[in-house]
């Protein structure tokens, strides 16, 4: 029996290999950034709106620590959008309950999960480093709906396991 089509497929596709662009991008601007923290100290803490004071130094070197642990969310957002692409062809190719799926899941959600580590540590160091003569704002710490993606992905990986047994299960009866 022939499957419905559905346009969601090609446009996560497309929307997944446009991030994939975007993540290379925000990786490559957030090392300039570091290394424009080292070689250019002063120009570059000025653009980023930090002025040179004696009470700045523990400032710089958390933005610094931050830049750097920037770095490190890009392979894990690679890793996680390089699955999803493998998802979708596989879904494409009317095949979405295969243990290589229920397997890309799980480490979709162990990726998540280090992402939440990530920003919890960010988070901490933003709030360690930040004064009210240097605020320093960040959109990181605690996420409920990040933790909330964590869970469900782990679930979600247990389902495509069972679905993959089913599926293997009935085939053998057959």
Known sequence: MPRPSSAALPVAHVGLRILIVLN??????????????????????????????????????????????????????LAVLKRLVAMVQ????GDPFVAANAQR?????????????LSLVIGLIGKSVSTPGHPLHLNAGFSPSGWLAV????VLARVFAEGT?????LEGTV
């Open 151 to 154: 869970i469900l992905t782990f």
């Open 105 to 117: 899941l799980q480490a979709i959600a162990w990726f998540l999960l280090g992402q939440q580590m």
């Open 90 to 93: 596989m879904v494409r190719a």
């Open 165 to 169: 047994l089913m599926r293997e299960n």
């Open 24 to 77: 290379w991008i925000y990786g490559a601007i957030v090392l300039a950034i570091l290394v424009g923290m080292f070689a250019a100290e002063q120009w570059t803490m000025t653009a980023l709106g930090v002025p040179p004071s004696a009470q700045s130094g523990p400032l710089i070197i958390g933005m610094r620590a931050i830049a750097a642990l920037g770095l490190v969310a890009v392979p894990l957002n």
